[in-house]
C-alpha cells in the first residue's frame, strides 16, 4: 500500500497534532509477532538475515567495527583487526555521512555482503537539514516541531533530505543487499539535533521516516535499529510496529559488560526485539556476557577507538576476536536466503 507523507504529516499545524496522528497510527497498526520483521513485505535478504539474528541471539555475539574513510582508505580498522587476530568483523559500520561518499558507502555494503559474506550496517549523521550535512551540522539545533508541520521551511528540507537517503538505499534493495539501519542514533542525548527537542517529536519523526521509507518508498531490505545514548531516559521508544532491534551506546572506561545499560534497553522494549551494543569503545570482555548482558552484537568505533591505546589494546580485541562467544566473518552461516 503506498502511504503518501501527507497522510503522514499532511495539513498539521502544530506539534501537539503531529503527535496525535503518529500516535493513532502507532495504536492501531498490528503489532508484528516476535521474530518478525516491522515491514509486511521483507526481503528475502532481510528476512533471512533476521531470522539469523533471532536464532544465535542469546547464545552468540557478533562482532562488529565501524569504518572510516579518512584514514589510509576505508579498511584502515579491518586491516588492524586482521593483523592483529587474523579474523575480520561479521559486521561492517558505515555512515551516510558525506554526499561525496553515499555512493561509496552503497559500493562498500553491496561488496560487503555479496562478495565478501559480511553483514552491513549503515548509519546516517544526518546534517542540520537547512545547514547542510556533515558531523559538526548533525550537533546544530534543527526546530524539529517545525519540520513536522508541513508548509515550513523546515518541512521541505527535512523530506529533501530524507528523499536522498531513500533514494541511495533504493539502490542497495535493488541489488539484494540488507541493511541494519540505524538512523537517529543516540536520541536520548542532546547533542545530535533530533535528540535536542525531547520524546515525542523524537517518536514522531522516526515513525514518520519508518512509514515514508517502509510504505511509499519500498525499502523492504531494512532492519531498523533503535540505538538509544548511554543517558537513561524513559519515553522514546517509538513501538514495536517500527522497531526490529534495539540497543545503546556507551564509550566506556572499562571492558565490563555493561549489564546495566543492558537490562534499561530490555525495560524498554522487553523481549520482543534483539538488543545489540549499538556502539562502543572498550570491547566487552567475553567471559563477562550472560543473561544480564546478552548483547547481539558489539559495534566497536573507529580509529583510536579501536587501535592499540587507552580503550583497547592488541590483547583485548585478540581476545574478544578469538572468543567462543563472539563470531567473526567467517563463522557467518546461514544468514543469506537459499539460492
Known amino acids: ?9 499532511g495539513g498539521l499545524s502544530s ?25 509486511p513485505s521483507p526481503s528475502p535478504e532481510a528476512k533471512a538475515l533476521y531470522d539469523y539474528l533471532w536464532g544465535i541471539y542469546g547464545k552468540k555475539t557478533l562482532t562488529g ?6 584514514v589510509r582508505g576505508s579498511r584502515y580498522e579491518l586491516n588492524y583487526i586482521k593483523r592483529t587476530t587474523g579474523k575480520l568483523p561479521a559486521i561492517r559500520g558505515l555512515d551516510y555521512i558525506d554526499p561525496k561518499d553515499y555512493k561509496g558507502v552503497n559500493r562498500r555494503a553491496a561488496r560487503w555482503y555479496r562478495r565478501e559474506n559480511g553483514i552491513p550496517s549503515i548509519c546516517w549523521h544526518w546534517g542540520n537539514p537547512l ?3 556533515g558531523y559538526k551540522s548533525s550537533q546544530t539545533y534543527f526546530d524539529l516541531p517545525a519540520a513536522l508541520t508541513e508548509g515550513t521551511p523546515e518541512h521541505a528540507a527535512m ?19 540488507p541493511v541494519l539501519w540505524r538512523p537517529l542514533h543516540e536520541f536520548t542525548g542532546e547533542w545530535f539535533w533530533w535528540g535536542m527537542t525531547g520524546p515525542e ?42 522497531v526490529d532491534i534495539a540497543g545503546a551506546d556507551i564509550y566506556a572506561k572499562d571492558h565490563g559488560p555493561q549489564n546495566e545499560l543492558f537490562q534499561f534497553v530490555k525495560g524498554q522494549v522487553g523481549d520482543t526485539v534483539p538488543i545489540c551494543l549499538h556502539e562502543n569503545g572498550p570491547i566487552p570482555d567475553p567471559d563477562g556476557l550472560g543473561p544480564d548482558a546478552d548483547w547481539l552484537w558489539f559495534l566497536t568505533w573507529h580509529t583510536q577507538w579501536i587501535k592499540p591505546g587507552e580503550h583497547n589494546t ?8 578469538l572468543s567462543e562467544r563472539y563470531l567473526t ?11
Not at 1 to 9: G, N, Q, T, Y
Not at 23 to 39: F, I
Not at 314 to 321: C, E, F, I, Q, T
Not at 332 to 338: S, W
Open 1 to 9: 500500500m503506498e502511504v503518501s507523507r501527507r497522510i503522514v504529516l
Open 15 to 39: 506539534l501537539p497534532t503531529v503527535m496525535a496522528a503518529t500516535q493513532a497510527s502507532a495504536t492501531s497498526a498490528p503489532l508484528p509477532a516476535k521474530g518478525q520483521l516491522s515491514v
Open 65 to 70: 567495527q565501524q569504518e572510516s574513510t579518512w
Open 131 to 133: 545547514l547542510g550535512t
Open 159 to 177: 523530506w529533501r533530505d530524507m528523499a536522498i537517503i531513500a533514494d541511495h538505499l533504493t539502490v542497495l534493495r535493488d541489488k539484494g543487499v
Open 201 to 242: 517529536a523524537f517518536k514522531a519523526l522516526w515513525r514518520a521516516m519508518h512509514t515514508y521509507f517502509t510504505a511509499e518508498r519500498g525499502l523492504n531490505n531494512l532492519i531498523w535499529v533503535l540505538g538509544y545514548a548511554h543517558i537513561l531516559k524513559d519515553g522514546y521508544y517509538p513501538g514495536r510496529q517500527y
Open 314 to 321: 592488541d590483547a583485548s580485541v585478540r581476545k574478544a576476536y
Open 329 to 339: 566473518k567467517d563463522e557467518l552461516k546461514g544468514f543469506k536466503p537459499p539460492p
